[in-house]
Every structure is written in structure tokens, then in C-alpha cells.
């Protein structure tokens, strides 16, 4: 094996795991948010909904408070989450894979590192694909805990 496919290797675990951390930093917010955002004590049965699950509820909970920039910015965000964490799933339980090909005319072969699903071959994910959806993650991750912070500042001058 080359020496490209040992470094591909190494950024393959960085990305992954640096995707999955910032997802569970995702996974805290929508916790945090159940625990103190409702009037009512719903966080014992909320926090067992499935992540998107538990996002719909938080917009739903929110939903009335969407014309105010904070809100609205922070609905964004956990609509954006919900809709990467198909991502997440096919990360935390699948393995990274080698597809090997052959160029027809010449005869080469090239081999490709990519995560594919293991139930559903349309679902996979290559290495430049990983670069993006990492520093996108990441930047969520830390987008939402910044709306978090502007809303309980918003909520403490309120109260």
C-alpha cells in the first residue's frame, strides 16, 4: 500500500472523530435546551427522543419566539443538525471501505477510501465530502452554543 493511503487514513480519523465530538456537542445542546427552555418539566421523557425527534420538539417550543434574531438563528441551527445527522449515523456505524477500479483503458488500478452504508449503497461519503461536512459540523456545533448564550442573555435582561 502507498504511502497516500496511510496519510488518507490518518485524515479519516481526525474527521470522523472530530465530527462525531462536535456532534455530541449538538446532542448536549438539544439536552441542555429540553431541561431549561419549557415552562413544564418534560426533560425526563424528552431527553429518550431520538435526536431529531428531540430537535422538532425544541422548534415546536420556539417556534412562537421565531420573529426575534436569536430564536430564529437558533432554529436554523438545529434545522441544519437534524438535517446532517443522517451524517452522523452513517459515520458512528459504518467502516471506512476501499473501492478498488480499473481504468479501462489503461488498465490502472485506483483504489478510494470512502464510508459507505452498509444497509443503503446510495449512502457513502468521500474523503473531500468528509472535509466539508467536518468543518461544517464543527462550526455548527459551536454556532448553536453561541445562540444558546445570546438567548439566556436575552432571557436574564427580561427577567
Not at 435526536?51 to 432554529?75: G, K, T, V
Not at 449503497?121 to 472535509?131: G, V
Request: hydrophobic share 40%.
Amino acid at each position: 500500500m502507498s504511502n497516500d493511503y496511510f496519510e488518507e487514513f490518518e485524515q479519516w480519523k481526525v474527521l470522523v472523530g472530530g465530527t462525531i465530538l462536535a456532534f455530541g456537542e449538538i446532542e448536549l445542546v438539544t439536552l441542555k435546551c429540553l431541561e431549561r427552555i419549557p415552562k413544564d418539566n418534560i426533560y425526563k421523557t424528552a431527553s429518550k427522543l431520538p435526536f431529531a425527534r428531540r430537535i422538532e420538539l425544541i422548534i415546536d417550543i420556539l417556534q412562537p419566539h421565531s420573529s426575534i434574531s436569536e430564536y430564529s438563528n437558533f432554529i436554523a441551527g438545529l434545522s441544519k443538525a437534524k438535517e446532517l445527522s443522517q451524517y452522523r449515523n452513517l459515520l458512528a456505524h459504518n467502516p471506512l471501505a476501499i473501492e478498488v477500479y480499473e481504468h479501462k483503458a489503461t488498465g490502472d488500478l485506483h483504489m478510494l477510501q470512502l464510508i459507505r452504508s452498509s444497509r443503503n449503497d446510495k449512502k457513502s461519503i468521500d474523503l473531500s465530502s468528509m472535509k466539508e461536512l467536518a468543518a461544517e459540523v464543527q462550526q455548527l456545533s459551536a454556532d448553536l452554543w453561541m445562540s444558546v448564550a445570546k438567548i439566556a442573555e436575552r432571557e436574564s435582561e427580561n427577567t
